[in-house]
């Protein structure tokens, strides 16, 4: 127990994040951890449900309320620099050349003007998941997932099984653009093929090319020509996995909580497989920043906060409390973690990882959706479907910078 | 004061609390959604007049004009389906005395049923195999399946299928009150000259029953023109998909509003929906009062 004058004098912050059980739960230990090494700092963490979040924050810091310490999508950060939520970190307490040398790269997309805003505790990416009891029944090698794309397509041929009628029943690979796949085939499938999603500033469309075409055309053939799956197969990919309907899935880390929960579920977790030697993968994180509502004494304690929150005792905390990745490569690159027969593969994958900067997740996600169902519902030539998704892309990313 | 005065005071005292209410909560709203509808506004920061610049928009916007063609497919083919049925059934179940408080019952329970529930219990059994009851169904007698929600032809007569069902049980029970009102002397007058049961059909009930079809058939247009519960469980992510071959106009509203937080855009379409709703309305009424 504190003293009761040092309770009194204590500096409070205000933390906020949308709630999910785990995250809450690692959030409070790292904070009772905090407030035993700062006694004159308290912080309050506040939750809200995710849907109601981003609008939450928004309306509550331009009013002058909300949180000292936020916690933000990093597809979020241009919006609230735009609405002047986030005060950059100090160069003192968060040095640029450090943080480039300690994080994953992917963490530079939080940089603005030279300066950063906003750091992760936690990044996730892709990774291939596979069931090892329908690989058996296949007469597959349970233990050797597919390496390359090639190899999946091949697989995913002999893990699937129809009925009388000709159905599937249970699908090679699931195929949900809906899900994870929209980033498997922007970031991972687009650059495998030799392409790019996007221009180096973000602003404009490069998938729209042969490069773009031949990946599509890859991801769309497992349905149409090879048909090895349905789309959105027993509505959501991760539910047909989880009911052993599916032998290969990706997936992000976060899914390793789900599986691990699911009973009979013998499954491993793979690298994502290569293409022509190219190794890509997509990583997405949640940052935490300083908003401008917090000045003096409190500025200070935040800064403090996020340091504490972003050191590498915090990350493991989180990894082994929420199963998310560490940020920092020390942390991530310890043997015990690398190596981790589940979050390995995550881990190694961020070496090579790469971060859409969406302007609008929903929509963004929305063109891949549609692109694969004018191919598999109406028909429509690979070439012609990806043409009109690029314009719409184009379309809400010129939208999105008008404003 | 006498006794009339002292009566209608009290009465307007407390008709006056329930007018507070509408005036606050439903005539000033929907005032406001006019003058909303000429402005660009993202909810929290300030609005900005743009004219007619919305209208525009929408007027030059494909998926608007497929979101109304399917709001009008939902129309034209939900209320005289649901008529009919609730007629057929109505009518059938007024003649007959067994088990009919239970019948009626099983008739009018989807009515009392959450819309969501209902939509999601739909959405699986609309399911490929190895979910789905009808085509797990089907494959086992050899049929290949049907796509039903992942089609872009069937997915809107699979969605309108569980709406029309959850407002039969209403349908119903007007139907047969309005059966229940018909003078028995006419049927009896009927029988004695000899008339046929499609003549009684036609020529009486059909006509005695006017009002009740009148009334049914414009709640039920609303109804229909309004859907949203039903598309939003039913589709992915409840987008209207797939391809927006089921988004219906009101759900198109939601998403401009509550998801891109295009505040003027969505006010400029609730516009275009009020005056759909109105002049359907007035159509309906004139025309099957006066015919």
Redesign the interface.
Known sequence: MLPIAAVAHAVEIDYWQYSYKSRVDAMDRLIAAFEAENPDIKVHQTTFPYAQYR?KV??AV?AGEGPDVVQLYYGWLDDYLNAGILKPLSEENFPAAEIEKDFFPIVHNMKADGQYFALPTAVRSLGLFWNKKLFREAGLDPDIPPKTLDELADFAKKLTKH???????QVGITIGP?DQDHNWWREVLVRQFGGTPYNADNTKVTYDDEAGIQAFDYYAGLVTDHKVS??????KGEIAFKAG?AAIHIDGSFALSTFDRARRLDYGVAELPTYDGIKSNFASYWVNGITSKATGEKREAAEKFLKFITSEKAMQLWLDQVGELPARRAVANRPENRDNPKFGPFIRGLDYAHSTKFY?E??QR?TV??ML??VV??GMSVARSLRIAAEEDQAIIDKARMK | MSIDKKRAVTAWCFISVPIVYFILVRFYPTLDAFSISLTDWN??GKKTYIGFDNFVRLWHDPVFWQVLGNTFEYLLLGVPISLILSFIVAHSLDQIRFGHGVLRACYFIPFLTTAVAMAWVW??FY?????GMI?LA????????L?FL???TEALPAVLAPAIWAGLGFQIVIFMAGLRAIPQSYYEAAKIDGASGFRILREITLPQLRPTIVFLTVISSIGFLRIFDQVYNMT??G?G???NATRPLVLHIYKAAF???EMGMAAAQTVVLFTILLIITIIQLRVLKNG
């Open positions: 609008t928004a309306a331009s009925d009388r009628a000709g159905n599937i029943i809906i349905v789309v959105d197969f027993m509505d309907r609008s929903a929509e929305r959706v549609d169902d004018r519902l109406n | 909810i929290v959405r699986w399911q490929p195999v190895p979910v085509n089907l494959g086992q007698m050899g049929i290949k399946q796509d992942r089609s872009t992915q992510e987008e998909g797939p391809l998801e891109r937080f």
